[in-house]
Nanobody
Framework: QVRLVESGGGLVQPGGSLRLSCAAS????????MDWYRQAPGKERELVAS???????DYADSVKGRFTVSRDNAERTVYLQMNSLKPEDTAVYYC??????????????WGQGTLVTVSS
């Protein structure tokens, strides 16, 4: 079994910063791409940022220049540094990972989500 656990969400004022973490655990052989998604109330879930196991990154246009995704392969953890936060960044943020288990199963795993609220 493979789990992803996010942390770091909370309430922040506009212009502030937060750092989200997502730690993978379980019967993991390797982790390929790791993504951050978000879902705002009444909206569809959207891809925010991606990082490959080689460190290549990609971002949604709405967060380019403000968010930075990184990962620690040894710790099986992905981070999302969010700066210059705006009210429209308010959402539940989810971690997603493309994982190979120790039994060579390819799994797509989601975390439980962490709420980010940007408000004064």
């Amino acid at each position: 079994q493979v789990r992803l656990v996010e942390s770091g969400g909370g309430l922040v004022q506009p212009g502030g910063s937060l750092r989200l973490s997502c730690a993978a655990s379980g019967s993991i052989r390797s982790i390929n791409r790791m993504d951050w998604y978000r879902q705002a109330p009444g909206k569809e879930r959207e891809l925010v940022a991606s990082i490959t196991n080689g460190g290549g990154t990609d971002y949604a246009d709405s967060v380019k220049g403000r968010f930075t995704v990184s990962r620690d392969n040894a710790e099986r953890t992905v981070y999302l540094q969010m700066n210059s936060l705006k009210p429209e960044d308010t959402a539940v943020y989810y971690c997603n990972a493309d994982v190979y288990s120790i039994t060579f199963q390819r799994l797509n795993v989601w975390g439980q989500g962490t709420l980010v609220t940007v408000s004064s």
